[in-house]
């Protein structure tokens, strides 16, 4: 099976006559952001690079996703020239795994975890003193992330005392805490610990004609049943406001005027090696963290031999990630992982305050004097292998795996934790001048280390969970820190926002300082990581983008 046997080749993909607002890319931005114009009654056409996958063949791809023999990259289709990259940088960057291209975007393949930034995250240079203020604050996006939350069909409970102020209930009821949820509770206690429900784009009931979770577990990379959110959604309600979407149309570069001062044309290519040019009053380049600045860079010209939107330099510079700490091991009790594929519970006691220390009923977790920056801690279903896992993988069948089923399952338990990475302007999305991709392309090169900041915040992540699975009984037996930690595959901050033109490239509504008619809806414009997962800010952006475009419009 591949999206290729599913393409609709008659499909006309000449271009609109000039349109009103042009979006490229079909993830949860461009989605989001062609839904809500299309609705406002104007003209909207969506380009996007990958192929819009059928979703009668969701069971085979989970299938193939179970299935050792396959890699993680093969799942949506993520290689080959089309998805060549370089990693030159310190260290290596997967970035196949980190992204997928396809109406959907990375919503296709992510985990669905869905929360607020905190207020603090919006002033880190005024509270910590490093890094930038973002040029808005939480208060700007609140009702956008109300609006995000209904838009995504995020079920959530209130009893996250951590967390920022909100207006009104989640749209849907949080998921029930796991069996082993409920031993770390108890854990945590003893140590001082709060532990409260996630936020999941997932639907806990029936909501936006999507079922409910049926509990396949296989949600990252892929819901068999529709109840993970996926922006495929919005893309079809685009489509079905009149917004019109073409597939498998790679935007190779926009054109400005004469000028310089506005776009004038997205150049898109199609199978058949032809190049068209899509006209329009404004264009939304959501192409997620690293496609963006990208697709800038490779934007040329003669006016602008660095790229577009690029008098500042700093396109494609301050590249984040979210790091991930963690911790696990076994326990001489039953501890039921892998019934459940997301996460139910965690605490983000130490977002604000990483260095806090917490008094229990029998112990407690030692302060730090660290400089720390943002933590958030999870508490992992999925520890340990799943029988499924094992059984496709051992040598053996019946009677005889059953010993090895029996002994490999039943007794895993794991945390994990997020770690805000600071901005650092090494860190860098260029163009590769020795690869191309299948359209001759520059690919993106990936320069990217860890600061020392970051790497103290991993460490004392590290010692949060030790005190807490130390408490529980668990064997540790593993851990991820700061040498060996890894992506959690969020791209931020590389076209970043701001007011002035000399250190930002995109303006507080995310309108490109140099181009008049140019929006970048994205976690490209983030000023800070924070260590929330992203997506619900790049929605609530998004849709704060889509209100000003309208405005303009
Ligand atoms: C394994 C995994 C787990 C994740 N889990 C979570 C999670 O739990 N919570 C969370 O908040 N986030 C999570 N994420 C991240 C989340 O998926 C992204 O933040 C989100 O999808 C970004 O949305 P976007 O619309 O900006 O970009 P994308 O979703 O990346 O969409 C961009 C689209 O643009 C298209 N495109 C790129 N270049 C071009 C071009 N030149 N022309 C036309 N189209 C182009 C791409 O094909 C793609 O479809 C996860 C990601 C992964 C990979
Ligand atoms: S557990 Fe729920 S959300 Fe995850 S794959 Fe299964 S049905 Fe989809």
Not at 110 to 123: A, I, K, N, P, T
Not at 236 to 246: F, H, I, S, W, Y
Not at 290 to 317: F, I
């Amino acid at each position: 099976m591949s999206a290729d046997e599913t393409e609709e080749s008659e499909q006309d993909r000449t271009p609109s006559d000039r349109v009103d607002v042009c979006v490229v890319g079909a993830g949860p931005a461009g989605g989001l952001v062609a839904h809500r114009l299309a609705d406002r009654g104007h003209d909207v056409v969506v380009l996007e690079a990958g192929p819009r996958f059928d979703p009668a063949d969701r069971l085979e791809r989970m299938e193939r996703a179970i299935r050792p023999i396959h890699g993680d990259d093969e799942v949506w289709e993520m290689s080959g020239p089309r998805d060549e990259f370089t990693t030159p940088g310190e260290l290596f960057y997967p970035l196949n795994v980190a992204r997928v291209k396809g109406v959907g975007g990375s919503t296709l393949h992510w985990q669905g975890m869905v929360m607020r930034l905190h207020e603090s995250d919006f002033e880190r240079r005024s509270r910590d003193g490093v890094a930038d203020d973002w040029p808005i604050a939480y208060g700007d996006l609140r009702p956008y992330y109300a609006e995000a939350e209904s838009a995504l069909g995020v079920a959530g409970a209130s009893d996250n005392p951590f967390a920022p102020p909100r207006e009104e209930p989640h749209p849907l009821p949080a998921f029930e805490p796991s069996h082993s949820d409920s031993l770390f509770a108890e854990a945590c206690e003893r140590v001082g610990v709060t532990t409260h429900a996630v936020p999941n784009a997932r639907n806990s009931e029936p909501y936006d004609d999507r079922s409910a979770c049926v509990g396949y577990g296989t949600c990252k990379p892929v819901c068999p049943s529709g109840a993970k959110y996926t922006a495929e959604s919005h893309v079809e309600k685009a489509e079905e406001a009149g917004a019109r979407v073409l597939d498998r149309v790679p935007v190779q570069r926009l054109e400005h005027d004469s000028a310089g001062e506005r776009v004038e044309a997205a150049v898109y290519a199609t199978s058949d090696g032809e190049e068209h040019r899509q006209e329009a009053r404004a264009f939304a380049l959501a192409c997620g963290g690293v496609e963006n600045p990208r697709l800038l860079l490779l934007s040329e010209s003669e006016q602008y031999p660095d790229g577009l939107a690029n008098s500042s330099g700093l396109v494609g510079r301050h590249f984040m990630e979210h790091l991930f700490a963690g911790m696990g091991g076994t326990l001489e009790r039953r501890t039921r992982q892998n019934h459940v594929g997301f996460i139910t519970s965690e605490s983000h006691q130490f977002y604000d305050d990483p260095g806090a220390g917490a008094e229990g009923t029998e112990s407690s977790v030692p302060p730090s004097d660290d400089d720390l920056g943002p933590l958030k801690l999870e508490f992992l279903n999925y520890a340990g292998p799943s029988p499924v896992e094992t059984a496709l993988s051992a040598e053996t069948w019946g009677d005889d795996l059953l010993p090895q089923l029996r002994e490999g399952y039943g007794n895993h338990v794991a945390m994990g934790a997020l770690v805000g990475q600071l901005p650092r302007a090494e860190n860098r999305i260029t163009l590769d001048p020795e690869t191309t991709d299948d359209h001759g392309n520059p690919v993106p090169a990936i320069y990217w280390r860890i600061d020392d900041r970051t790497k103290r915040t991993l460490a004392r992540a590290n010692e949060i969970q030790r005190t807490i699975l130390e408490s529980l009984g668990v064997d540790i037996e593993w851990t991820v820190g700061p040498d060996n930690t890894g992506p959690a595959y969020h791209h931020m901050g590389t076209t970043r926002m701001g007011t002035d033109p000399e250190s930002s490239v995109v303006d507080p509504q995310l309108r490109t300082h140099d181009l008049s008619n140019l929006w970048i809806p994205s976690s490209s414009a983030f000023v800070t990581s924070g260590a929330m997962n992203p997506t619900l800010t790049i929605a609530a952006l998004a849709l704060r983008v889509a209100d000003d475009l309208d405005s303009r419009l």
